[in-house]
């Protein structure tokens, strides 16, 4: 288990160059407006997202937290207990997002975070997120 920070960045290019001499560690994957690292030290999947926002009032630098655990069955325990103590998930779902297939569950923490519970599960060129219609342990959001 490791977590999860993603940033949104204006230039990508120097984010990368920025986090692989902070953390002595190559992207693992790069794809256009897209790069990940698996951080040895600390425990760390460091995820960056290219965005085009120009207002520094308006422009927001954490794009969501997570944990990454290691089996689809954590993620479904984790969705259990936030359920169990009241807090509002998206329930588990297979999903594609971010070059990945993964399953994963989402909450909201009260000041606005986003959390994402999630194993990935494989490979794919696709970034936006999508549903691959499979969900288990509560209402797919």
């Given at each position: 288990?490791?977590?999860?920070?993603?940033?949104?960045?204006?230039?990508?290019?120097?984010?990368?160059?920025?986090?692989?001499?902070?953390?002595?560690?190559?992207?693992?994957k790069r794809r256009p407006g897209y790069a990940?690292?698996?951080?040895?030290?600390?425990?760390?999947?460091?995820?960056?997202?290219?965005?085009?926002?120009?207002?520094?009032?308006?422009?927001?630098?954490?794009?969501?937290?997570?944990?990454?655990?290691?089996?689809?069955?954590?993620?479904?325990?984790?969705?259990?207990?936030?359920?169990?103590?009241?807090?509002?998930?998206?329930?588990?779902?297979?999903?594609?997002?971010?070059?990945?297939?993964?399953?994963?569950?989402?909450?909201?923490?009260?000041?606005?975070?986003?959390?994402?519970?999630?194993?990935?599960?494989?490979?794919?060129?696709q970034m936006e997120h999508g549903s691959l219609?499979?969900?288990?342990?509560?209402?797919?959001?």
């Amino acid at each position: 288990m490791r977590l999860q920070l993603a940033l949104n960045v204006r230039d990508l290019d120097a984010a990368v160059d920025f986090y692989t001499t902070m953390f002595d560690t190559a992207p693992a994957k790069r794809r256009p407006g897209y790069a990940n690292f698996a951080v040895e030290q600390p425990p760390l999947k460091l995820v960056l997202f290219e965005s085009d926002s120009h207002g520094d009032s308006d422009f927001h630098h954490l794009n969501h937290l997570g944990v990454e655990v290691d089996r689809p069955e954590d993620v479904a325990e984790a969705d259990a207990r936030l359920q169990g103590g009241e807090v509002a998930t998206t329930g588990v779902e297979d999903a594609v997002c971010c070059y990945a297939e993964k399953t994963e569950t989402w909450a909201m923490s009260p000041e606005g975070a986003r959390w994402e519970w999630y194993v990935k599960t494989g490979d794919t060129e696709q970034m936006e997120h999508g549903s691959l219609g499979a969900c288990s342990g509560g209402a797919c959001g």
